[in-house]
């Protein structure tokens, strides 16, 4: 067995139940709430919620769902230099359009 | 759950399996994030048409299906709690609902295109010609993101089958239980998409 194999098994035997992913759910459907709540307070409130909420959302589904919480620094590594390099994409694209 | 090999089984590495669909995820990822930063990129060129555009999608639809998608991504985190606690009735049951939760999702989107492409609103329609550029940049977009999103459901509905059938006939179990976690972390992707559209089509457009 390799040392990366290890926390596989870690996890499997020593995984959550039905009742955590349950509270997720029931998390994510009350955050899902709240962001159609502050949409009604105007675009630039919703786009707060576009910017905080969905992030803490999808954050959730990763964490949680995805079983990202349970895996090695190498899974964790691969998703945080994904989505840091499409942050960087995203960051590049408003610094051109802001200064046109 | 195993990665050696005894001297019958195929050898196996279920962490490689499990990296390696991170590393497709992450394809994808990069995908969905370049249609997002185009997304980001012409609303903010045409914050008043997209306002107007999104006004005319039916949001309560939208809402109830990120219900619906959040519901299928639980049913396939409790499919693999169940499989990996060797409870393979309930494996079939939680896989079966996802199944049905997906034709609803898609059954929904496809009741609100009808309803759009009734109004004259999709790409080349003689109607929307008339409107101004911004909205027929944001009914462009609308329709190749949710489209592709729906493409990625019904892949997804195809794997999840794939996976309930092997399931039911025991040829996945506790033992190579990876084979639904890839597939699951395929649907939460899919989920995580649908999270970041419902916002940006339905309620901050």
């Given at each position: 067995m390799?040392?990366?194999t290890k926390p596989m098994m870690e996890h499997s035997e020593g995984s959550p139940g039905y009742g955590t992913f349950?509270?997720?759910w029931a998390a994510l459907v009350v955050l899902t709430g709240l962001l159609v709540f502050v949409s009604h307070f105007g675009q630039k409130a919703a786009v707060w919620g576009l910017l905080t909420i969905t992030p803490l959302k999808a954050g959730f589904v990763f964490y949680f769902f995805m079983h990202l919480k349970y895996e090695g620094p190498l899974v964790k590594g691969v998703v945080f230099v994904a989505l840091g390099t499409l942050l960087i994409f995203f960051a590049l694209t408003y610094a051109d359009v802001a200064f046109r | 759950m195993s990665s050696q090999a005894s001297a019958h089984e195929e050898p196996r590495d279920d962490f490689g399996a499990k990296l390696g669909m991170w590393l497709f995820l992450v394809t994808e990822m990069i995908l969905f994030g370049g249609l997002f930063i185009g997304y980001s990129y012409m609303r903010s060129k045409y914050p008043a048409e997209f306002h107007h555009a999104g006004s005319e999608?039916?949001?309560t639809i939208g809402i109830l299906n990120t219900l619906v998608m959040l519901t299928s991504s639980l049913t396939v985190v409790l499919a693999i709690v169940s499989l990996q606690r060797g409870e393979k009735g309930k494996t079939v049951a939680f896989l079966g609902a996802t199944l049905l939760l997906a034709a609803l999702?898609?059954?929904d989107k496809g009741i609100e295109w009808r309803g759009e492409i009734g109004r004259g609103l999709y790409p080349d329609a003689p109607h929307l010609a008339t409107l101004p550029p911004g909205e027929q940049v944001f009914f462009g977009l609308y329709y190749t993101m949710t489209g592709l999103h729906g493409l990625h459901v019904l892949a997804g509905m195809g794997v999840l089958g794939w996976v309930?059938?092997?399931?039911?006939r025991g040829q996945i179990s506790?033992?190579?239980?990876?084979v639904l976690e890839n597939a699951g972390l395929y649907w939460h992707l899919v989920d995580v998409i649908w999270i970041f559209l419902l916002p940006l089509f339905y309620l901050a457009a």
């Open positions: 390799t040392e990366q349950v509270a997720v | 999608l039916n949001a999702f898609l059954m309930l059938m092997r399931v039911a506790r033992d190579n239980s990876v």
